[in-house]
C-alpha cells in the first residue's frame, strides 16, 4: 500500500521558520483536506514535500513506502509517484504541451510510450478536461487563462498517474462548471488508480465536489485539528477563532501569497 508519512518536520524559508513539528500520513486512495489561514504553512508544507530549494528542512522526516524523499532531487520525487498541481503555474515558451508530458512520461518508463498511444490517451484527457482541441500543441501554459492553466494542471495530473497527488488551491480561479470538470476528473482518477491525494483550498464546495476521508487545520506551522468533512463544514461555518482561542495560537497576519513555482512537478530533466 502507497503511503507517505512526514514526521515531526520542520522547514524553514529564507531565516524564517514556518513549519514547526509537523505529522502527517497519506495513505493511497485517502483524500486529505489541508485547512488554515494564508501564512501558516500550507502552501510551504506541499513545495518542501516536492523539494523546491527555497524551503530547507531543518528536522524531521518525509517518506513514501519508506523511501527517503529528502535524499530525491525534484525529477526523482516525480519519478517515484509525487505531483504537485501548482496554484501559479508557470509559462514555458517553445515547449508544447505534448512534447512536454511526452518526455516527463517517458522519464519513469523503461520503454518508451508509443506515439499513437500517447496521442490517443492525450485527446481522451483533453476532452475529458473540455480543454480546446489544440491544447496538445500550444507551448505550455503560455497565453492560457487561470482556469486553463488550473485545468491543464490536472491534465498533466492524469497522464503522469501519480501515486500521491498534491493540490495547491488548484480551485482558485476556476468558475462553477470548470470547477465540477475538475472535481469529476480528480474522483474518477482516484477511484481508478486508488491515489492518495492532499488539497488546500478555501472553499468549502469544493470539498464538498471530493468529499475527503480526512481533514486538517494547520496553524502555526503545525496541525492542530484533525477530523473528517464534518471539521471542513465547521471551520466553513465558524472560521478559525475557535481554534486559535482552544490552542491559545496567535494567528500568522494574511498577507499576498507570493507564488511557488516549480515547474509542474513532472520530471526536471524531462522538461529541459
Not at 494547520?218 to 490552542?247: F, H, R
Request: proline share 3%.
Amino acid at each position: 500500500m502507497t503511503q507517505l508519512m512526514i514526521k515531526d518536520l520542520f522547514v524553514n524559508v529564507e531565516g524564517k521558520e514556518i513549519l514547526k513539528g509537523l505529522d502527517l500520513t497519506i495513505n493511497e486512495g485517502e483524500t486529505h483536506a489541508l485547512m488554515g489561514p494564508n501564512g501558516n504553512g500550507k502552501s510551504t508544507l506541499l513545495a518542501a514535500i516536492m523539494g523546491n530549494p527555497k524551503y530547507t528542512v531543518t528536522k524531521g522526516s518525509i517518506t513514501l513506502d519508506g523511501n527517503d524523499v529528502l535524499t530525491m532531487e525534484v525529477d526523482e520525487r516525480s519519478r517515484v509517484g509525487l505531483f504537485l498541481g501548482m496554484q501559479y503555474p508557470s509559462e514555458v515558451s517553445g515547449v508544447t504541451n505534448s512534447d512536454f508530458l511526452r518526455a516527463a512520461i517517458n522519464a519513469r518508463l523503461d520503454k518508451p510510450i508509443g506515439l499513437f498511444s500517447f496521442i490517443k490517451e492525450m485527446e481522451k484527457t483533453i476532452e475529458e478536461l473540455q480543454m480546446k482541441p489544440d491544447l496538445a500543441h500550444r507551448f505550455l501554459n503560455e497565453g492560457f487563462s487561470g482556469g486553463e492553466k488550473k485545468r491543464n494542471e490536472i491534465v498533466q495530473m492524469k497522464m503522469l498517474k501519480p501515486r500521491i497527488a498534491m493540490l495547491d488551491e488548484i480551485d482558485s480561479g476556476l468558475d462553477v462548471d470548470a470547477l465540477k470538470i475538475v472535481a469529476d476528473a480528480v474522483n474518477a482518477m482516484q477511484h481508478e488508480y486508488a491515489m492518495g491525494l492532499l488539497v488546500v483550498s478555501h472553499y468549502e464546495r469544493f470539498y464538498q465536489l471530493l468529499q475527503p476521508t480526512h481533514a486538517h487545520v494547520l496553524l502555526d506551522g503545525k496541525i492542530v485539528e484533525s477530523g473528517d468533512m464534518k471539521l471542513v463544514e465547521k471551520v466553513d461555518q465558524e472560521g478559525y477563532d475557535w481554534l486559535l482561542e482552544k490552542y491559545g495560537i496567535t494567528a500568522a497576519k494574511e498577507k499576498k501569497k507570493e507564488p511557488v513555482r516549480l515547474g509542474s512537478c513532472a520530471a526536471k530533466k524531462a522538461g529541459s
